[in-house]
């Protein structure tokens, strides 16, 4: 067996970033950034008003009281086309186009007007409530967000710097193949001795809530011809996962039909519990992920091994897992040679602090207690016993 962390590796070292594809912005949110934008225009363009209030030169606003005559008013989109001259003003609103010969704005709370004139109950400094042209950012300048994922704060930047059309990575196609005689799909009546077939379906949520496509085979019996049918139709996309059939029982023919089919096995068992029967190879260059088929096992490997490798493929940064630690509500044994990965709900005690306690039921089976588990409890290889109240790591699962 070899550790998680060397099964990562070995994943991640066989996979590349994908290509570009142009996209237009309304339709980019979520998908991660290949090349940085650069912006064509000058944010804002000029300078302009950041108040209600009247626009001055501050010149004519060192001491206060001043009176100044008021000699036109400015929208936002709307400059005034003259110049101000000694001892005038502009009604000004936020946004507004700063006028020639202006260089300050007092706020209409600090101000007093007459007619056509008002009256300055505070001074005002040079630049006072003025964003200056390209405060926010100038033309030319770089997004700075290649290889982000596009969220609102980074839709709304690339939307203010003018910028309509975007290189994108394209979406990873992850084919989802399921193994075995005893499946039906949800809907199908089971039937004696069948159960309805979730995992699948986990793996193309997992997948499209990383930001790939899901591609699904369906279910496949357990019959090589079957199989080899399923796996061929893999072979336009990006990576196969299939759950079931990795063992080496009488009926576990995965292994079997790929090596006939030319993989390349990488490895073949991970110290880990759940999802010990991992295996990992390449198959004409096409990656290939065989997941166990309990279900705890396939959500807990997809957030291990799958969500890391879409990442790869999307060019973004690897997330380690672990890095967030949590108080224990409960002691824990010494563990064995297996690193563990614990089911547990996450909450915050008195002090703010997360804390962790693992179901006191951990069989790989139940999705009932997975769905109620908001974080992985990890537990090294070896771990000494630790008592209700240490900090260990988590990962939380947060699809």
Request: net charge neutral; charged share 20%.
């Amino acid at each position: 067996m070899i550790t998680v962390d060397e099964a990562r590796s070995r994943i991640l070292a066989a996979l590349a970033v994908l290509p570009a594809e142009d996209l237009a912005l309304p339709q980019a949110a979520g998908r991660v950034l290949a090349q940085d934008v650069l912006s064509k225009v000058t944010k804002p363009p000029v300078a302009v008003s950041s108040m209600d209030g009247y626009a001055l030169r501050s010149a004519d606003a060192g001491t206060a009281p001043a009176v100044l005559d008021v000699v036109g008013e400015v929208p936002a989109g709307h400059p005034l086309e003259r110049s101000l001259g000694p001892g005038e003003a502009a009604r000004i609103f936020t946004g507004g186009a700063l006028p020639r010969g202006a260089d300050a704005v007092v706020i209409q709370e600090n101000a007093a007007r007459d007619g056509a004139r008002v009256t300055l109950l505070v001074p005002a400094g040079q630049g006072a409530h003025v964003r200056p042209a390209g405060l926010d950012f100038a033309r030319g300048a770089p997004a700075g967000l290649a290889g982000r994922r596009l969220g609102p704060r980074e839709i709304g930047l690339i939307a203010a710097m003018n910028c309509l059309w975007l290189k994108v990575t394209r979406r990873p196609r992850v084919a989802i193949m399921g193994t075995g005689d005893e499946l039906v799909m949800p809907g199908e009546e089971p039937g004696a001795g069948r159960i309805v077939s979730s995992n699948s379906l986990v793996l193309a949520a997992l997948v499209a809530c990383a930001g790939g496509e899901p591609v699904m085979l369906g279910l496949a019996a357990d019959d090589e011809a079957a199989i080899r049918g399923m796996v061929r139709r893999s072979s336009r996309c990006d990576m196969l996962v299939v759950t079931g059939g990795m063992s080496v029982g009488d009926h576990d023919l995965v292994r079997k039909v790929m090596a006939q089919e030319g993989m390349a096995l990488e490895f073949w068992k991970v110290a880990m519990r759940p999802g010990k029967p991992l295996a990992f190879g390449l198959l004409d260059g096409l990656p290939v992920l065989g997941f166990p088929g309990n279900p705890v096992s396939t959500l807990v490997c997809g957030h291990l091994f799958l969500r890391p490798a879409i990442d790869r493929m999307l060019g973004l940064e690897e997330s380690l897992a672990g890095e967030e630690t949590a108080r224990l509500a409960t002691g824990l044994p010494a563990n064995d040679d297996r690193q563990d990965y614990l089911r547990a709900a996450l909450t915050r005690n008195g002090d703010g602090e997360l804390v962790a306690e693992p179901f006191p039921r951990q069989d790989s089976s139940m999705l009932a207690v997975l769905s109620k588990a908001s974080c992985l409890v990890v537990r090294p290889p070896h771990a000494a016993p630790v008592d209700a109240g240490c900090r260990v790591p988590i990962i939380r699962l947060d699809t």
